[in-house]
């Protein structure tokens, strides 16, 4: 047996095991360029991460008066981050490390996130983390999002796993709320360093996010707790 006893670990996907926000950004820039918003920023993007693309989408339709349905937008979307995902997403090095460890040890593991189902297929099948992490749960099955903790709690039933039992990580301050709200511990490593104050619940902060993180250190922190 693993030296984490019955603990299960869910990762967000997000930010977390990939750093996929970049090709988050530019589709919904291209997105909103069709529609005539041409001076969409990275600032601004930065304020929707850790939310759903659905919740970030009818924000933004909201925000810039777009006459088009959510579900057109989101379709729209999705079609060009599909397009980048499958060949432009990174994977964290020492979160693979971490991945892999994980599977050595036969510890369970899931992918919980704010993505469509499509987009967590292809960013897994795209990097080769599918092999390692096969329970994944999106948003867009359950009936709320983060900071709501459907998507984590729906990923412990799926693994057959105690809520109290799990560790999550997470990279946004909606998804440390998420699991706060499950029961669930959580390592936070967050996606944007000036947002680390609003991880107030996490049990373990790494103020300066994924320079900070290393799969042996995380590793024991899991151990020793």
């Known amino acids: 047996m693993s030296e984490l006893g019955n ?55 909201d925000r810039h008066g777009l006459r088009p349905p959510v579900d057109e937008l989101l ?6 981050y599909l397009e980048l995902a499958r060949t432009r997403t990174r994977v964290y090095p020492e979160m693979r490390k971490f991945v892999e460890l994980l599977a050595a040890e036969g510890v369970p593991t899931a992918v919980a996130s704010g993505s469509s189902p499509e987009a967590i297929e292809a960013v897994l099948a795209g990097t080769g983390l599918g092999a390692y992490l096969r329970t994944v749960v999106s948003a867009d099955e359950v009936p709320h999002g983060k900071p709501a903790p459907d998507v984590f709690l729906e990923a412990a039933r799926r693994l057959g796993a105690d809520p109290a039992g ?60």
């Not at 920023?41 to 850790?50: C, D, K, L, N, S």
């Not at 379709?75 to 060009?80: D, L, M, Q, V």
């Not at 997470?170 to 499950?182: I, L, Q, V």
């Open 166 to 225: 799990c560790v999550v990580l997470e990279d946004a301050a909606p998804g440390a709320a998420a699991a706060h709200a499950a029961g669930m511990r959580c390592m936070a490593i967050p996606y944007v360093a000036a947002q680390a104050d609003q991880f107030t619940t996490a049990a373990l902060l790494l103020r300066g996010g994924q320079p900070e993180f290393t799969a042996h250190a995380a590793y024991d922190w899991l151990a020793s707790t």
């Open 75 to 80: 379709a729209e979307t999705n079609r060009h």
């Open 7 to 61: 603990l299960s670990v869910i990762f967000d996907l997000d930010g977390t095991l990939v750093d996929s926000e970049p090709n988050y950004y530019e589709a919904t820039r291209q997105m909103l360029a069709g529609h005539g918003v041409t001076d969409f920023t990275w600032a601004e993007h930065e304020r929707f991460v850790g939310i759903s693309t659905l919740e970030t989408v009818a924000l933004l339709r």
